[in-house]
C-alpha cells in the first residue's frame, strides 16, 4: 500500500510553483438572512379535539449556568416525547408490502436487492398543519440551541426523529448562503430572479455535510448500543470522505476512506488525511472503488457511508426545505442540482415533495439534472426516453464529484425526475469551464460542478424552456477553493484543447513607471463608459 507521500506524489493536479498566485481571492458573499416570523404558532389538536404536546423544548430565557455547555443544556432540558417515527422501506415498493426495518438495523438493501428508502410517519406529521412546520422551522433559524443550530437538525422531526440530541454529531452544518447572481443573470442570461444555493459554504466545503451528520449521529447512536460497528467506511470522489472523515473524527468514530488513485484534487485528499482517516488510495475508478466498498462492509464491522445508504439523503433534503424557507416559502419555478451518483437529485425531490405533502406548500419546482458529458448515464437514458438504462465508463472530468458512470441512486433520480416533469442536461469540459469563469467573473467562486449546473441553465435559456423571469435556483455543491487548480490552468491557458475564452491572466510588466502606466492607460480605456 503507497505510503501518505506516495499519495501527494501521484496526484495530476501539481501545484505550479512558477505560476503567480492571485493577490487575493473573492470573498464570499454576503449570506442570505432568514426572516423570522414573530407570529403566536398555532397549537395544533388531534380529529378529537385533544391538544398535542409541542415536539420541541421551550427556548430558555435565562442563560445556562456557566459550567454548562449547549450538548448539557439540552440533556437537562431534554423533553422529547419522540412523537414521530420513521422506518427504512423498499424504495417505491407496492403499497401492500408489509416489508420494513428499523433504523437502528444495520441494513442496505431490501430483500429483493433493491434500494431502500426512509419512511416518515405522515400520519402523525400530519397531525400538525403547514403553518405549524413552518414558523416552528423559522423560529430555530441562527439560534444556538442543540441541535437546531444546524441547518439539517433544525428540521429533526423530518430528518432523525428518534435519536436522542446526546447522540448527534453535528458541526451546525446547512443554512448556507442564497445568492443572487445579479450580475450573471442580467448580463450572460437576461434574467432578473437567478439564485445560487452555496452549499459549498458548509464545514467541509460540500453539501456531504448535510448527509454525513445524519449518518454519523445514527451511527454514533449504534455505536452506544453496543452494535457491531467498529469504523465507518466511503468510496468517494473527494468531498465525501472530506464529509466522513470530519463527522468521524469529532465524534472519535474510526474511518476508512477508499480513493481512486490519481482522479481528485490535492485540497479533496488531504482533507480525509487530515482528519485522521485511513485512507486508501485504489487503481481503479470510483465505479471499482464503490463495488470494492460494498463488498468490504459485507465482511468486516465497517457501517457503509455511500448514498446506497438512504440516511445521508434524510440531511440532504434540508437544503430543498431550506431554499422554501429561504424565499419565505415562496416556490422557486426551477431548481438545477449537478448530479453522478445520484442521489442528491432524489434528496431535493424528497424534500420539496415533504414541503408539499404536509402543507408548507402548494407545489414543488421543476427540477433540472445537470451531467457532465463525460459521465452522463442520466442524460443518455433521458434522451432515449427512459427506454434503457445503460452504465457507461467515465471519463476523466473537471467535475471530478460526478465522474460517475455506474450511479448507485439511478433508480431514485429517474422516480424523481418523471414526478416533477424533471429535464435532464449536460456540459461539455469547455462548456462547464467557460461558464465556471463566467460566473467567477460576476463575484462568484464556482466549483466546475457548479459549472456543469450553469451550462444546463445556458442551454435551457437559450432554448426558451426557462423564461426570462422564471425564478430560478443553481445548486452550487462545492467551494471553489477546493478546485483552484483547474481555475489555475483555465486562466493560464494550459489545458489542451479547450481555447479557454474567457481566461484573464496576469499581465507581465516592468518594474518601471513608464511601462507601469502605459499598460494601465490601456486598460483604463478599454473599460471606460462609451457614450453615444
Known amino acids: 500500500m503507497a505510503s501518505s507521500t506516495s499519495l501527494f506524489q501521484s496526484s495530476p493536479f501539481s501545484l505550479n510553483t512558477k505560476t503567480k498566485p492571485y493577490s487575493s481571492l473573492p470573498k464570499s458573499p454576503k449570506p442570505t438572512h432568514f426572516i423570522i416570523k414573530s407570529q403566536q404558532q ?13 415536539p420541541t423544548p421551550t427556548p430558555p430565557t435565562t ?12 440533556r437537562r432540558k431534554n423533553v422529547s416525547q419522540h412523537l414521530f417515527s420513521a422506518k427504512y422501506v423498499p424504495f417505491n415498493a407496492d403499497p401492500s408490502s408489509t416489508e420494513s426495518y428499523s433504523l437502528d438495523e444495520i441494513v442496505y438493501r431490501s430483500q429483493s436487492g433493491d434500494l431502500l428508502d426512509v419512511q416518515h410517519d405522515l400520519t402523525a406529521l400530519k397531525k400538525f398543519d403547514g403553518a405549524y412546520w413552518r414558523n416552528l422551522f423559522d423560529s430555530r433559524v441562527g439560534k ?32 448556507s448562503n442564497l445568492f443572487w447572481a445579479e450580475r450573471f443573470g442580467k448580463q450572460f442570461l437576461g434574467m432578473s430572479d437567478l439564485w445560487v444555493k452555496h452549499c459549498g459554504i458548509s464545514h467541509t466545503g460540500s453539501f456531504k455535510d448535510l448527509g454525513m451528520t445524519v449518518l454519523v449521529s ?114 422557486p419555478d426551477w431548481v438545477i442540482v449537478p448530479g453522478g451518483n445520484l442521489g442528491n437529485i432524489y434528496a431535493f425531490y424528497k424534500g420539496f415533495h415533504m414541503c408539499r405533502e404536509l402543507g408548507l406548500v402548494d407545489r414543488i419546482p421543476r427540477l433540472v439534472c445537470a451531467q457532465a458529458a463525460n459521465a452522463n448515464p442520466l442524460y443518455l437514458y433521458f434522451k432515449s426516453g427512459w427506454k434503457e438504462f445503460k ?3 467515465a471519463q476523466t472530468t473537471f467535475a471530478s464529484a460526478i465522474q460517475i458512470g455506474d450511479p448507485v441512486s439511478i433508480d431514485r433520480a429517474v422516480h424523481a425526475l418523471k414526478n416533477c416533469n424533471g429535464i ?23 466549483c466546475p460542478h457548479t459549472g456543469v449546473a450553469l451550462t444546463a441553465l445556458f442551454k435551457l435559456r437559450n432554448s426558451g424552456v426557462i423564461k426570462p423571469t422564471d425564478r430560478t435556483v443553481v445548486v452550487s455543491t462545492a467551494h471553489g477553493l477546493k478546485f483552484t487548480q483547474s481555475k489555475i490552468d483555465y486562466h493560464s491557458k494550459g489545458i ?37
Open 496 to 532: 489542451k484543447d479547450l481555447a479557454c475564452q474567457f481566461a484573464n491572466p496576469p499581465t507581465q510588466v516592468k518594474a518601471d513607471f513608464g511601462s507601469v502606466m502605459d499598460v494601465l492607460s490601456k486598460y483604463l480605456q478599454s473599460k471606460a463608459p462609451k457614450y453615444h
Open 391 to 393: 452504465a457507461v465508463r
Open 144 to 175: 444556538t440551541t442543540w441541535p437546531y443550530g444546524s441547518g439539517v437538525w433544525s428540521k429533526k422531526e423530518w430528518v432523525l426523529p428518534e435519536i436522542d440530541d446526546d447522540d448527534i454529531v453535528s458541526a451546525f452544518e446547512g443554512n
Open 218 to 331: 445514527q451511527v454514533n447512536r449504534l455505536r452506544k448500543m453496543n452494535r457491531p460497528v467498529v469504523g465507518v467506511g466511503c468510496a468517494s470522489t473527494g468531498d465525501t470522505s472530506a464529509a466522513l472523515s470530519a463527522y468521524c473524527a469529532s465524534a472519535g468514530i474510526p474511518s476508512i476512506v477508499f480513493l481512486p488513485a490519481n482522479r481528485i484534487s490535492i485540497a479533496q485528499l488531504v482533507q480525509p488525511i487530515a482528519n485522521g482517516a485511513f485512507v486508501l488510495s485504489i487503481d481503479t475508478d470510483f465505479d471499482g472503488c464503490m463495488q470494492l466498498i460494498r463488498e468490504v462492509t459485507a465482511e468486516l464491522p465497517i457501517y457503509l457511508a455511500n448514498s446506497l445508504n438512504s440516511l445521508r439523503l434524510e440531511g440532504q433534503k434540508t437544503a430543498a426545505i431550506e431554499i422554501l424557507q429561504q424565499f419565505d416559502w415562496q416556490v
Open 424 to 446: 435532464v442536461e449536460e456540459a461539455t469540459e469547455e462548456e462547464l469551464m467557460d461558464a465556471m469563469a463566467q460566473a467567477d467573473s460576476t463575484g462568484m467562486f464556482t
Open 42 to 54: 398555532p397549537h395544533p389538536v388531534t380529529q378529537n379535539n385533544t391538544p398535542i404536546p409541542t
Open 63 to 74: 442563560r445556562r449556568p456557566a459550567d454548562e455547555n449547549i450538548r448539557d443544556e439540552a
